[in-house]
């Protein structure tokens, strides 16, 4: 505590640093002043450091896979996720400095699909693009490389977002039929070509098909968080309840228009979509009634309690502050500290926001309760229900992270109360940015004013970043 | 002992006394009066049994209790306790669910599949099987009954006559077990804790649902399946089955081992005359083959194997965390193999890059062999590779802990590489050398600190052979000999510890046999001759394809080494005939000809007629006196166990249980005589001595009997083995 004589404007300084509702004692000449402060938190500047805002954030709608966007190509749809963001933001084009976009699923013949949406999208020919991967939290990647282009002083207007198209997917040949086939076009002379040709079996013609399952284990995600979940005690019921939680609170938010991030797009030959398409929220009986899905026959993960196959692409406008503000922008969030982790892809492998969270609260100087608005990304309701356990546990945090204490479990009232990725759909690569203007948006509804995005990926691996609201 | 939980017991199997639970005459006991405990609470309708031991549910019988038996009729009647308790689980009202995780083995197995139904976790400590056969025993508590009914005739005999361990998809896939349960990562509990807790969880669900009915036992046959079961259906077929099965364990075992003929009679009396004919047929058979002389020499085999997989000499005061290996060779890499395996990092050095390169893929070969049986993911593989460090320089030997040298076996080059490792070595870093006959005191002649220079003897193939022999000097500290054990026993290996000498102790007895079996060919005995006689005495490999397979070159090596060290007692063939063979390129399998050729992939051996000629060049009159075939494997045997009785006389070897377990480990020594010093005892010592006398009065003083070994061949009470 201080005892000092200081000056008011020191005292004013210090006040402000403090977070809410703490109780401060001063003593000025031998009086004790007590002042509550209220609601006036601290604001996460750092001294020396840029200040990075998130200008707006827009995403197509997410359709399940094999719906209306099933003629697409994945470029087509982040192209129509770029365009909206102009829209809504009516950004010269000429204004972006560079334009970062996730994938995970990669189509082969966009391999770097952020260059080939730009290009459609109308920017300018000379913004250069590149694509990031990073499983599901690649649209992440795409932002924090964004943020880390603006902070080193390299660029001041970026462009991020992510898209994942699963309704069309690259299934390959065999090793050996594609071994032969390269043979082939080198083969000179008739005799070699059919001598190739004939050594093609039958067994060679089938197709491989990829999988959401991890390379180094080749166990599936469902198939882990199943077990996940058995790990932590998660009960089939719990898992459901999440889950129509998650549908239910997302119907909600859809029909109040809180979803405002979605834009409309016309399909080409089709109609114009404006709404997510898999919000369904079901009774528990019918979800009871559903055999699990990857561990048969007693396991507790099943379609209901999983997040979809999903198309859908996001884009975000991250600005320094300066730039959004010399350009007449009202920015709708602060960007602050990130971190990324990673663990074990085999037994915890979707305990990303257990490790992630800790950490940047750390990095940021918060504790859970300073956070107004949680944004987590829902892959399984086992998973998310598991993380929440985990992260209330003393016994987890001291045996596996290294930590004297728990970090705490979210409380409910503030956690993903517009619907999550068991809801809303998963774009692999387009979820992130979904998160994050999600979380922007929430602040400013509810008036809060510290935001904590958090998610786990294939790999073994998790983010997690800290969004402050941009003082309105 | 139990808690019922919504109407399901749950048995909860713990044997406080030990690390694993056993089916000792206590925990039957205990078993029966919790059934008829359970049996008579009307509140339960089913049963979960499940171990409280991570990594075991039941290990087996207690050998101890069928040891302790002294005839016969009493190892029948223990069979017909546990048939009988086995047949009330089996027939019990209310269905029985085995929950297992971790070992499931012998009487362990054959409760579980008296059981209803059976859930495995997939950890990998879970394996199912029934090892009997292994001791000399069979299943004698109903498994050569009922596996057959369960998992049919071809898969039960492969099972009980190899007594290999299954694991849980194979199990899943033959019908041993109905369910898989995964094993579960950190969570609020232990992995290992919580994998238990949930194993209980789902086998009491499936216990509710057999009991309601919901879950049937019965599991949809596929057409395989029917098709199989219509074919053993057919009496001819299981007839051309059993006498197929038959033949082939004669040609493996040579009749030398009771037990695989046992089993099959028991498996085809229970099938061909029914079950109670069947029960009786195993418990009796499993009587005798308690008492026979082949299951004391296995079992006898199984606790000397646990006594040497044990470190007596109490904790070394530093692990090693990095070791190093010279000399890329067969052995070297073969060490690089087995200690990054276990997690330990390996430095690979050699003095060429096409050295290097070759071990290198030897260490890569090996591991990813594992991969293709799947006892390795590939990505385990890469992670355990790259412990390795390959190099040609001594880079980083400033903080091995342990260097262990595979380099050419010639003192001098010995010496130069000891001053050489020495100049780069931490002081606390042991020296170990792995040499198959040369004294370790004069390689330690050039070390600065002979306390820590220490003998570590592998045998090839290096991650193959079981068997480690260490060698400690009489400088050698007992910290270094501890420090060397540790590593052995992390490598997975069985380990004796003796003392120096010439070709130490396998090696020494090896050499008199070898050089007994040149003294056969150069009397006309063929190659396949001699190999058909060690191997009809219970060999694994023939003596001919032995010293191929050890080398040539390393056998007159050793050969001329030993017999310039011991002399006359290490005569009897001619060592010109092994240098003449090395010579003429003939250095054994490495070289593609020795006494045999080693075509590509030709299944028949074929003897090399540049060896016969060379044979034909050292030719000696056979004495007909003393050579049958008999006479001519027990003077193979006879050199041989002489000697290893020397090296109990003189000291090199500690005690008989660890020369037992070094000839048969690390020479092959027939396992179902159980060593030299259990044949020993079970011959005779004064037959054994005869029949010597007998090879001596033809051949000269190779064949003295030693001291020892007339001791007790004149007191027929002195035995080895009490």
Redesign the interface.
């Known amino acids: 505590m201080l005892t000092t004589n200081q000056s008011s404007y020191d005292l004013f300084c210090f006040i402000l640093q403090r977070s809410k509702k703490e109780k401060c004692t001063f003593h000025f000449h031998n009086t004790t002043v007590n002042i509550f402060v209220a609601k006036s938190k601290k604001t996460l500047a750092k001294p020396g450091v840029k200040n990075i805002v998130l200008v707006d954030g827009v995403r197509t709608p997410f359709l399940q896979s094999g719906t209306i966007y099933a003629d697409l190509m994945p470029h087509d749809l982040a192209r129509a996720a770029l365009q909206g963001l102009l829209n809504r933001t009516g950004l010269p084009k000429d204004a972006v400095d560079y334009i970062v976009y996730g994938t995970v699923i990669q189509e082969v013949k966009t391999s770097n699909v952020a260059r080939e949406a730009a290009l459609g999208a109308g920017f300018s020919d000379k913004t250069p693009a590149h694509t990031v991967t990073m499983a599901c939290i690649s649209s992440n990647q795409a932002m924090t490389t964004a943020v880390g282009l603006i902070a080193a002083g390299q660029c001041d207007a970026v462009v991020a977002g992510g898209v994942e198209f699963m309704s069309d997917v690259p299934i390959r040949h065999s090793r050996r039929m594609r071994k032969t086939m390269l043979s082939l076009n080198k083969a000179k002379t008739l005799g070699a070509r059919l001598s190739l040709l004939g050594s093609i079996r039958l067994a060679h013609l089938a197709p491989e098909l990829p999988a959401v399952a991890e390379f ?3 166990e599936t995600m469902g ?1 882990s968080a ?3 979940a ?4 998660v009960s089939r019921l719990e898992q459901d309840e999440f889950a129509l939680r998650s549908h239910t609170l997302a119907k909600k938010a859809q029909d109040s228009g809180l979803l405002s991030d979605v834009i409309s797009f016309k399909v080409p030959g089709k109609d114009i979509v404006s709404k997510d398409n898999g919000i369904r929220p079901s009774t528990m009986e019918q979800m009871a009634k559903l055999k699990p899905a990857f ?1 048969k ?2 396991g507790t993960v099943t379609a209901a309690n999983s997040s979809f196959l999903t198309d859908g692409a996001s884009a975000v406008l991250i600005m320094s502050e300066e730039k959004a503000l010399a350009m007449g922008y009202k920015p709708k969030a602060y960007l602050r500290d990130f971190v990324y982790v990673s663990q ?1 892809p ?3 492998l979707l305990l990303g926001p257990t490790y992630a969270t800790p950490k940047v609260l750390e990095k940021s100087g918060l504790t859970l309760n300073d956070i107004d608005v949680f944004e987590f990304h829902e892959a399984f309701a086992g998973q998310i229900m ?1 993380n929440l ?2 992260m209330e ?1 003393d ?2 945090a001291q ?2 992270m290294g930590r004297k204490t728990k970090v705490g479990a979210p409380p409910m009232e503030k956690f993903n109360s517009w619907g999550g990725s068991l809801s809303l759909g998963h774009p692999f690569a387009a979820t992130g940015c979904r998160l994050v203007t999600t979380v922007a948006h929430r602040l400013q509804k509810e008036g809060g004013q510290y935001g904590l995005v958090a998610a786990c990926a294939a790999g073994g691996q998790g983010h997690a970043m800290v969004i402050e609201a941009y003082p309105q | 002992i139990y808690e019922v939980k919504d109407n399901v017991a749950v048995v909860r199997i713990n044997d406080p006394t030990s690390k694993v639970n056993t089916l000792s005459r206590h925990m039957q006991a205990e078993m029966v009066e919790v059934m008829n405990e359970i049996w008579g609470n009307a509140a339960v309708k089913s049963v979960v049994l499940i171990s409280r031991k991570p990594g075991c549910f039941i290990a087996g019988a207690d050998i101890n209790m069928i040891q302790a038996c002294k005839t016969a009729e009493e190892v029948t009647s223990l069979s017909q306790e546990g048939q009988k308790i086995f047949d009330q689980v089996e027939k019990s009202p209310i269905p029985i669910v085995a929950a297992i995780n971790g070992s499931c083995l012998g009487g362990g197995l054959e409760f579980a599949i008296a059981c209803q139904y059976r859930i495995a976790t997939k950890s990998k400590k879970t394996i199912l099987g029934t090892p009997e056969v292994m001791l000399g025993l069979l299943p004698g508590a109903g498994g050569t009954q009922r596996l057959p009914k369960m998992v049919g005739l071809p898969a039960a005999f492969d099972m009980m006559l190899t007594g290999k361990n299954i694991r849980p998809d194979k199990a899943k896939k033959m019908g041993l077990v109905h ?1 898989l ?2 094993p ?8 290992e804790e ?1 994998t238990i807790e ?1 194993l209980e969880e ?1 086998a009491v ?2 216990a509710k649902g057999l009991a309601g009915k919901k879950v049937t036992v019965e599991k949809k046959k596929g057409l395989v399946q029917k098709i199989q079961d219509f074919v053993m259906g057919l009496p001819p077929v299981r007839k051309q089955i059993y006498k197929t099965v038959h033949s082939k364990v004669m040609k493996q075992s040579k009749g030398l081992y009771p037990a695989p003929l046992k089993i099959i009679e028991c498996i085809q009396t229970g099938i061909e005359k029914g079950n109670a004919a069947g029960y009786l047929t195993e418990s009796q058979n499993f009587g005798k083959l308690a008492m026979t002389s082949e299951s004391r020499a296995l079992i006898g085999l199984y606790h000397g194997q646990v006594t040497c997989k044990k470190n007596h000499f109490g904790k070394p005061e530093r692990d090693v965390k990095k070791l190093a290996v010279l000399g890329a060779g067969l052995m070297g890499a073969g060490i690089a193999q087995v200690t990054i395996d276990k997690g330990v990092a390996t430095i690979l050095k050699d003095t060429t890059e096409e050295g290097l390169a070759r071990g290198h893929q030897q260490v890569y070969k090996g591991l990813n062999d594992k991969t293709k049986k799947k006892s390795l ?1 590939t ?1 385990e593989r890469d992670g355990i590779m790259s412990l390795l460090s390959g190099q040609l320089d001594y880079r980083d030997f400033e903080n091995a802990d342990m260097v262990i040298e595979a380099v050419f076996e010639d003192l001098s080059i010995k010496h130069k590489v000891v001053k050489e490792v020495e100049a780069v070595i931490p002081p606390h870093c042991i020296f170990a050398t792995n040499t198959s006959a040369l004294p370790i005191k004069d390689i330690a002649a050039a070390s600065k600190r002979p306390e820590k220079v220490i003998g570590m003897h592998y045998f090839s193939p290096v991650d193959k052979m079981q068997l480690l022999e260490i060698i400690t000097t009489n400088k050698t500290s007992k910290d270094t000999t501890a420090s060397a054990v540790a590593v052995g026993l992390k490598q997975g290996k069985v380990i004796i510890v003796v003392g120096d000498g010439p070709g130490f102790y396998t090696t020494r007895c090896l050499a008199p046999m070898l050089a007994e079996a040149v003294r056969a060919l150069q009397e006309g005995v063929g190659p396949k001759k001699l190999d058909s006689l060690t191997t009809g005495f219970g060999f694994p490999v023939g003596a001919a394809t032995l010293a191929d397979e050890v080398g040539i070159d390393v056998a007159a090596h050793v050969a001329e080494d030993l017999g310039k060290a011991f002399g006359t007692r290490f005569g009897g063939g001619n060592v010109e005939v092994l240098k003449m063979m090395v010579q003429k390129g003939f250095k054994g399998r490495k070289s593609g000809k020795g006494c045999y050729v080693y075509g590509a992939k030709s299944k028949e051996k074929k003897v090399n007629s540049g060896a016969e000629d060379i044979l034909k060049s050292f030719k000696l009159t056979a004495p007909p006196a003393v050579s049958a075939d008999e006479d001519i494997q027990y003077r193979l045997v006879s050199r041989f166990v002489n000697e290893a009785v020397l090296c109990l006389q003189e000291g090199i070897l500690p005690d008989p249980v660890q020369g037992d377990i070094g000839a048969v480990f690390g020479l092959g020594f027939p396992p179902c005589l159980g060593g030299p010093f259990r044949f020993v005892d079970s011959h005779g010592a004064d037959k054994l001595v005869q029949k010597m006398k007998r090879f001596e009065e033809a051949y000269g003083n190779q064949f003295t009997p030693c001291q020892l070994l007339l001791d007790h061949a004149k007191d027929s009470s002195k035995r080895f083995h009490k």
């Open positions: 180094s284990t080749a198939h199943d077990r996940l058995a790990a932590f005690g561990i026959p007693h074990d085999k037994d915890q598991a356990k985990a546990s016994w987890f045996t596996y | 369910q349960v995964d579960l990562g950190p969570g609020l509990k232990s992995p919580r949930y789902v669900d499936f993911t990505f």
